[in-house]
């Protein structure tokens, strides 16, 4: 899980969207994040997190709960930074077509 999200994060660090940029452009970054996502999905869901954060309280794994707590909260951040640079992708590329 730490793995994809340090991925992730640096594949969003790259994405780099910018009001100079061409609506041509803006709609190859989405569609470069789409694809990304498709290839990269995020490695567990919510509902696996959600159990294995209940096993670990089960195992009364103090440690183990707050590394797979940890993991999940950096997969989240990794998420979230994503989709935050595709809205402003998103939202550039309309204001070029709304003109």
Sequence with gaps: ???WAVDATGFAAQLRPSK???????????TRVDGYMVD????VS???????L???VELKNDRLLQQCTTANDKCQEA??????????MH???FHFYSQ
């Design 1 to 3: 899980m730490c793995a």
């Design 79 to 88: 998420l979230q930074l994503i989709h935050t640079r595709r809205v402003s």
């Design 20 to 30: 100079d940029m061409s609506v041509e452009e803006l709609d190859q970054l989405v």
């Design 91 to 93: 939202s550039l590329s």
């Design 54 to 56: 209940d096993a670990c």
């Design 40 to 43: 990269h999905p995020a490695p």
């Design 46 to 52: 919510t509902e696996m997190v959600g159990g294995m």
